[in-house]
């Protein structure tokens, strides 16, 4: 069975432009979850989808963000404009059931903005 | 401020060794704490989940102890391997609203020499 996986797995852009992360989670995890780890710094929560709805982003730093998650299935998690602070690795998760069940992680987006 | 610690930040061992990593959190109310495991350049992957209520949980060579009472934790790894060698981060849940938003320390980064 495939893990999450995301695409790419770096990405080196200049500030100012826009970058679309993707996130496909594990074929029928329900529960999709997008983190980022800047520089130095802990892992922190950005948002949380069941199914096709948001059903929290308290985590996410601006409107500069958007997340989405078409039908339910892959999500995208789009920057624009980058800022030089929007560096970092960017991971997503899935989990079957709720966000007290096991969650598996992608390997990570490292996005470097210039 | 909810927040984890872990110590050390780093660690040096050989192998076939014991040792031990501490976590400290604040966070509060509290849901469950997690171990991960996290190899470079992967995503973190579950070690081990315990609720307020357990004390203690085992995955293989690897323990997790929990202390609410002092909130604290270990994870500790008997007879290390080579393959140990990684970064171990500890994560603690809250629960807000009724979703479950975890707090990530900043990982303790163990090196296992032969």
């Known amino acids: 069975e495939a893990g999450v996986t995301q695409f790419p797995s770096h990405s080196v852009i200049e500030k100012g432009q826009t970058v679309t992360l993707r996130c496909d989670p594990i074929s029928g995890h329900d529960n999709l979850y997008w983190y980022r780890r800047v520089m130095g710094k802990e892992i922190k929560f950005l948002l949380h989808?069941?199914?096709?709805?948001?059903?929290?982003e308290s985590g996410m730093p601006n409107n500069r963000f958007l997340a989405e998650r078409t039908g339910g299935t892959y999500s995208t998690l789009k920057v624009q404009p980058a800022e030089l602070e929007d560096s970092g690795v960017y991971f997503c998760?899935?989990?079957?059931?709720?966000?007290?069940?096991?969650?598996?992680f992608g390997p990570g987006t490292r996005l470097t903005v210039l | 401020k909810n927040q984890v610690e872990q110590s050390p930040q780093s660690l040096i061992i050989l192998e076939g060794k014991n040792c031990t990593l501490q976590?400290?959190?604040?966070?509060?109310?509290?849901?469950?704490l997690r171990w991960y495991k996290q190899d470079t350049g992967r995503g973190p992957v579950s070690l081990t989940i315990m609720t307020f209520s357990e004390n203690t949980k085992s995955n293989g060579r690897y323990t997790a102890t929990l202390d609410a009472d002092t909130k604290q934790s270990s994870l500790h790894i008997t007879a290390s391997q080579l393959s140990d060698s990684a970064s171990y981060i500890c994560v603690v849940s809250l629960v807000s609203g009724g979703s479950y938003i975890p707090t990530f320390g900043r990982g303790t980064s163990l090196i296992v020499h032969p």
């Open positions: 976590c400290n959190y604040t966070v509060s109310p509290f849901s469950n």
């Open positions: 989808f069941v199914k096709e709805s948001k059903q929290d």
């Open positions: 998760a899935s989990s079957q059931g709720s966000m007290k069940d096991e969650q598996f």
